[in-house]
């Protein structure tokens, strides 16, 4: 059983940052796989981030050199540096988890969602 819990969403205006935190319980990050995704307004839920075993990261292309994942071992936790906000960049974010022997990757877990919103 694995529990994630997310925070740092919020409200910023276009071109500000953010870091989104999610915090695992229940077994350690070197154990899963974590990945970030979203889901914009009427929109279905897609791809943002993926960091694997072992720190290897993926990026889907919309955010490539403006978000940044990240690892905190001691915490358990895992982070997503968002910089140069643009209003699309408005969603939903939620963290997931996948055991690191699964694949193609099975996202069996996943945080509360949390809001971030860019004003233009």
């Known amino acids: 059983q694995v529990q994630l819990v997310e925070s740092g969403g919020g409200l910023v205006q276009t071109g500000g940052s953010l870091r989104l935190s999610c915090a695992a319980s229940g077994r350690t990050l070197s154990s899963l796989i974590m990945g970030w995704f979203r889901q914009l307004p009427g929109k279905d839920r897609e791809f943002v981030a993926v960091?694997?075993?072992?720190?290897?990261?993926y990026y889907a292309d919309s955010v490539k050199g403006r978000f940044t994942v990240s690892r905190d071992n001691a915490k358990n936790a895992v982070y997503l540096q968002m910089n140069g906000l643009k209003p699309e960049d408005t969603a939903v974010y939620s963290c997931?988890?996948?055991?690191?022997?699964?694949?193609?990757?099975?996202?069996?877990?996943w945080g509360q969602g949390t809001q971030v919103t860019v004003s233009s």
């Open positions: 960091m694997r075993v072992g720190g290897i990261t």
């Open positions: 997931a988890a996948a055991s690191s022997s699964s694949y193609p990757i099975d996202w069996r877990y």
